[in-house]
């Protein structure tokens, strides 16, 4: 079954720095999209990707954040200069739209601390 | 914009019993219901989703409602094993837009 991959599995970075959060959405996919869950609580919507542009971000994907589809495979989540609430598990996820079937698939996630 | 209310926040049932989880949502627009299993350090699994068009929808010892007149939506397993356990997750989108989820469900099924 096709998979999201996302890569660390788990990020230490200290406050200040940048880190990158690398995914490889399923490849007949058309949107992209990064969420992330704060330790014990819900999975919150960060930004949404489609045709090479941001669709929708939220009020929690500050100036500090980008998303870039460098290539034909990668996707990435960029912070510039992390902060202690950062830290957080971040999910990756794709969907391919067409034919009602929407097809949401999250990866493993990557575990950010930031310390 | 969308909300999603999730209750219990935690559940416990008997091996063998069933399980009843509800969520409302409040924006009429959505019109994409699924439901993730979150077990401990991994991503959301779809387990089952419904669209706005049916009902109830039903796979094996899984089941989702719907009453969109209502808002509300509910997901029902049966016959619960030991590897239910997991904390559950609804979610609502309008299509293939950003989900919103619900707080969680902690469900622990006891032997």
């Known amino acids: 079954e096709p998979e999201v991959t996302q890569t660390p599995s788990h990020q230490v970075t200290q406050m200040g720095q940048e880190v990158i959060l690398r995914c490889v959405p399923i490849?007949?996919?058309?949107?992209f999209y990064w969420y992330r869950q704060i330790l014990g609580q819900k999975v919150e919507f960060l930004v949404s990707f489609y045709n090479n542009e941001i669709s929708e971000k939220s009020e929690i994907f500050d100036d500090q954040f980008s998303v870039e589809r460098p290539d034909g495979s990668n996707f990435t989540l960029k912070i510039r200069s992390t902060k202690l609430e950062d830290s957080a598990m971040y999910f990756c996820?794709?969907?391919?739209?067409?034919?009602?079937?929407?097809?949401?698939?999250f990866g493993s996630g990557t575990r950010l601390t930031v310390v | 914009g969308e909300n999603v209310e999730q209750h219990p926040s935690t559940l416990s049932v008997q091996e063998g019993d069933s399980a009843v989880i509800k969520c409302t949502y409040s924006?009429?627009?959505?019109?994409?219901f699924p439901w993730y299993k979150q077990e401990l350090g991994k991503g959301p699994q779809l387990i089952i989703d419904i669209r706005s068009n049916v009902g109830e929808k039903k796979d094996q010892r899984i089941a989702v409602t719907l009453n969109k007149t209502a808002k509300h939506f509910s997901l029902h397993i049966t016959e619960t094993q030991p590897e239910d356990s997991a904390v559950y997750f609804c979610a609502a989108s309008q299509g293939a837009q950003k989900l919103v989820f619900g707080q969680g469900t902690r469900l622990t099924i006891n032997p």
């Open positions: 490849s007949n996919h058309l949107y």
């Open positions: 996820a794709s969907s391919v739209v067409g034919g009602g079937n929407y097809g949401y698939t």
């Open positions: 924006d009429s627009a959505s019109n994409y």
